[in-house]
Nanobody, 115 residues
Framework: QVQLVESGGGLVQPGGSLRLSCAASGSIFSINAMGWYRQAPGKQRELVAR???????HYADSVKGRFTISGDNAKNTVTLQMNSLKPEDTAVYYC?????????WGQGTQVTVSS
């Protein structure tokens, strides 16, 4: 069993910044990638950013240049630095870990961008 613990969501004004963190623990043998997804009300869950164990990153077009994902292989953690936040970034953000044979999800953390 694998557990993901997320932290760092909250309420921020447009143009502000937030930092999301996620730590994976449990029966982890090898991580292919970790990432962040988000789901806004009435919309499908979408990929925000993903980082492989080798350090390769992928971002949704909507967050390129504003969000930065980083990971620590030794600690099984992933962090998402979100700058220049917009109201359309409002969503529940979910941490994901890809173990090649199985995917696990965090419980989600709310990010609200509003004045």
């Amino acid at each position: 069993q694998v557990q993901l613990v997320e932290s760092g969501g909250g309420l921020v004004q447009p143009g502000g910044s937030l930092r999301l963190s996620c730590a994976a623990s449990g029966s982890i043998f090898s991580i292919n990638a970790m990432g962040w997804y988000r789901q806004a009300p009435g919309k499908q869950r979408e990929l925000v950013a993903r980082i492989t164990s080798g350090g390769s990153t992928h971002y949704a077009d909507s967050v390129k240049g504003r969000f930065t994902i980083s990971g620590d292989n030794a600690k099984n953690t992933v962090t998402l630095q979100m700058n220049s936040l917009k109201p359309e970034d409002t969503a529940v953000y979910y941490c994901n870990v890809d173990l090649y044979y199985m995917n696990y999800w965090g419980q989600g953390t709310q990010v609200t961008v509003s004045s």
